[in-house]
C-alpha cells in the first residue's frame, strides 16, 4: 500500500516561477515530513523539513505547507532557478521505532528553462 | 555526501551472479540505513544497524539479499544469485550527528543486472 502519494511527477517552470509539488499521506502515524532534492549521480540530500506542529516553514526561496486535516503538505519553490533543476521527493517518518525509517514518495523531476 | 563512500559506483552483473556493495561511513556513526531505489522511484528501505546490530531487515526483498556491519563501521551489502529484478540504485546513510532526524545519503552503487 502506497503511504505517500507525489505530485506531479515531472514539472516544467520558467525561470523565475513558482515551482509547487505536492504530496499526501495516509497514516496520521508520522511526525516529520522532510523534501529531500536528488541531482543525477548524486544521493537525495535533505532540502528543508516540517513537524506537525507547524503549518508552514520557509528557508530561503523554499517553503514547506502543512495541512493536518487533509494530510496534505507542499513544497514551493519560489523564483524558481535552472540550478534547482532536480527530482524531489517528499517522505515522512513514522513516530515511533526511534530510528529514521523514511517512507519516500515516488519523486517529481523538476525541469527549470531558462 | 560528504559523510558516506560507496563502491562500486556502477556495477553489471550477469543474471545468477552474486554482487556485494560496501558502504564506508567517513566518520564513526551509530545508524547506518541501506535503501534501494529503482528506475524512476523513491528511495525503498532495506535494512537498518545500530553499530553492529542489524535491527530492522524487514525491507529485504527476499532472502537472497543479506547485509552485515561486523565491526560498526564499514557495511557490505550483498546479494546473491542476481535477478534483472534488483537492477537499482543501492543508497547507503547514515543518521547526520547535526540532526535528530537528518539523513545523510551516499551516492549510491548502480547495479545493473543483464
Known amino acids: 500500500q502506497q503511504q505517500v502519494k507525489q505530485s506531479p511527477q515531472s514539472l516544467i517552470v520558467q525561470k523565475g516561477g513558482i515551482s509547487i509539488i505536492n504530496c499526501a499521506y495516509e497514516n496520521t502515524a508520522f511526525d516529520y515530513f522532510p523534501w529531500y532534492q536528488q541531482f543525477p549521480g548524486k544521493g537525495p540530500a535533505l532540502l528543508i523539513a516540517i513537524r506537525p506542529d507547524v503549518s508552514e516553514k520557509k528557508e530561503g526561496r523554499f517553503t514547506i505547507s502543512f495541512n493536518k486535516s487533509a494530510k496534505q503538505f507542499s513544497l514551493h519553490i519560489m523564483d524558481s532557478q535552472p540550478g534547482d533543476s532536480a527530482t524531489y521527493f517528499c517522505?515522512?517518518?513514522?513516530?515511533?521505532?526511534?530510528?529514521?525509517?523514511?517512507?519516500f514518495g515516488a519523486g517529481t523531476r523538476l525541469a527549470v528553462h531558462p | 555526501g560528504a559523510g558516506v563512500s560507496q563502491s562500486p559506483r556502477y556495477k553489471v552483473a550477469k543474471r545468477g551472479q552474486d554482487v556485494a556493495l560496501r558502504c564506508d561511513p567517513i566518520?564513526?556513526?551509530?545508524?547506518l540505513f541501506w535503501y534501494q531505489q529503482a528506475l524512476g522511484q523513491g528511495p525503498e528501505f532495506l535494512t537498518y544497524?545500530?553499530?553492529?546490530?542489524?535491527?530492522?531487515k524487514s525491507g529485504l526483498p527476499s532472502d537472497r539479499f543479506f547485509a552485515e556491519r561486523p565491526e560498526g563501521s564499514v557495511s557490505t551489502l550483498k546479494i546473491q544469485r542476481t535477478q534483472q529484478e534488483d537492477s537499482a540504485v543501492y543508497l547507503c546513510?547514515?543518521?547526520?550527528?547535526?540532526?535528530?532526524?537528518?539523513?545523510?545519503f551516499g551516492a549510491g552503487s548502480r547495479l545493473t543486472v543483464l
Open positions: 517522505a515522512v517518518l513514522p513516530g515511533f521505532g526511534g530510528y529514521n525509517k523514511l517512507i
Open positions: 544497524f545500530q553499530n553492529e546490530a542489524q535491527l530492522d
Open positions: 566518520s564513526g556513526h551509530v545508524s
Open positions: 546513510a547514515i543518521k547526520d550527528s547535526s540532526g535528530a532526524n537528518v539523513l545523510t
